[in-house]
Nanobody
Framework: VQLVESGGGLVQAGGSLRLSCAASGRTFRSWAMGWFRQAPGKEREFVATISRSGARTYYADSMKGRFTISRDNAKNTVYLQMNSLKPEDTAVYYC?????????????????WGQGTQVTVSS
């Protein structure tokens, strides 16, 4: 599975961005998907995950109510809608594919990763 993220950029605090992650291959619906992020000098951290069908989602506490993960299995794409952005959301955002049904918050559970897209939130 090859994953390509897009949609990052520079936005002011309080603004919104929608990230996309396009997957290659015809087995997209066989993978739970996740979003992670990594800020300079920090470890990569979990943002959100979505089950294979899209029926179940799970978020890191700091993202609940602001971020929404979704997927379109017909388009082989997973999205991350980010609202009310804060300067501390500045990071490289990665999507990843996990072979489990429901997804995971653990980095080690993911088999494939995209190259990342930069999100910068100015104050």
């Amino acid at each position: 599975v090859q994953l390509v993220e897009s949609g990052g950029g520079l936005v002011q605090a309080g603004g919104s961005l929608r990230l996309s992650c396009a997957a290659s291959g015809r087995t997209f619906r066989s993978w739970a998907m996740g979003w992670f992020r990594q800020a300079p000098g920090k470890e990569r951290e979990f943002v959100a995950t979505i089950s294979r069908s899209g029926a179940r989602t799970y978020y890191a506490d700091s993202m609940k109510g602001r971020f929404t993960i979704s997927r379109d299995n017909a388009k082989n794409t997973v999205y991350l809608q980010m609202n009310s952005l804060k300067p501390e959301d500045t990071a490289v955002y990665y999507c990843a594919a996990d072979g489990s049904i429901y997804g995971s918050s653990r980095l080690s559970e993911y088999d494939y990763w995209g190259q990342g897209t930069q999100v910068t939130v100015s104050s």
